[in-house]
């Protein structure tokens, strides 16, 4: 079972450079989740969408954007990368809102 | 706003060892409560849910309890293994606006010495 599956795993960026950040779960859920990990922090969110064709803004959504492509994917873009998006990134889905989470296994961000 | 403390940020046991997670959180009105462990470069994997309405969660040496009028949920660990070496986080869902969102503690790093 592949679960909650993110691409790529490592990425270094250049600041002022763009990428999307790619999310696809097979587990048939309605909900899906952007967030990031900083220590110190904990895991914020950024986006979510609770159902297929709607998004929200979570608690850090400045310089991000999202799409939901379809029930199986959900996509963060970053299109002006900064040094402060450095951080590991974490899709995650739920078979609706409130309900038991699952995440995939990160992306790793660096931005210089 | 609410927040969710976990102490202590790091345990150490050795095997064998029953242990206790502590996780509180500031605004006892939550929808439910959801433990992950985590591995060092990975991502979260669930462990427990427990709905608002549950009392505590069982899944073979893990229970997990909740209290909500007092806003504290406890992981117990059974019989402790090197295999449990991980980071534990405790995250909740509020029940009002922005209750989407999981509010996560900052993790209590457990290691199990053989």
């Known amino acids: 079972n592949a679960g909650v599956t993110q691409t790529p795993k490592f990425q270094v960026l250049k600041t002022g450079q763009s990428m999307t950040l790619q999310c696809a779960q097979d587990?048939?859920?309605?909900?899906m989740y952007w967030y990031r990990q900083d220590p110190g922090m904990g895991l914020r969110l950024i986006y979510y969408?609770?159902?297929?064709?709607?998004?929200d803004k979570g608690e850090v959504p400045n310089g991000y954007n999202v799409s939901r492509l379809n029930k199986r994917e959900f996509s963060l873009r970053l299109e002006s990368a900064a040094p402060s998006q450095t951080s590991v990134y974490f899709c995650?889905?739920?078979?609706?809102?409130?309900?038991?989470?699952?995440f995939g296994q990160g992306t790793r961000l660096t931005v210089v | 706003k609410q927040e969710v403390t976990q102490i202590p940020a790091a345990l150490s046991v050795p095997e064998g060892e029953n242990l206790v997670l502590n996780c509180s959180f500031t605004?006892?009105?939550?929808?439910?409560l959801q433990w992950f462990r985590q591995d060092p470069g990975k991502g979260l994997t669930s462990l427990l849910l427990?709905?608002?309405?549950?009392r505590e969660q069982t899944s073979g040496r893990l229970n997990a309890s909740l209290d909500k009028s007092s806003g504290r949920s406890t992981l117990y660990i059974a019989a402790s293994q090197p295999g449990d070496s991980a980071t534990y986080l405790c995250?909740?869902?509020?029940?009002?606006?922005?209750?989407?969102?999981?509010?996560f503690g900052k993790g209590t790093k457990l290691s199990v010495i053989p």
């Open positions: 995650a889905s739920s078979i609706q809102g409130l309900k038991e989470a699952f």
């Open positions: 587990m048939n859920h309605n909900s």
């Open positions: 969408s609770a159902s297929e064709g709607t998004t």
């Open positions: 605004d006892s009105a939550i929808y439910n």
């Open positions: 427990i709905q608002s309405s549950q």
């Open positions: 995250a909740v869902y509020g029940s009002g606006a922005g209750s989407y969102q999981l509010t």
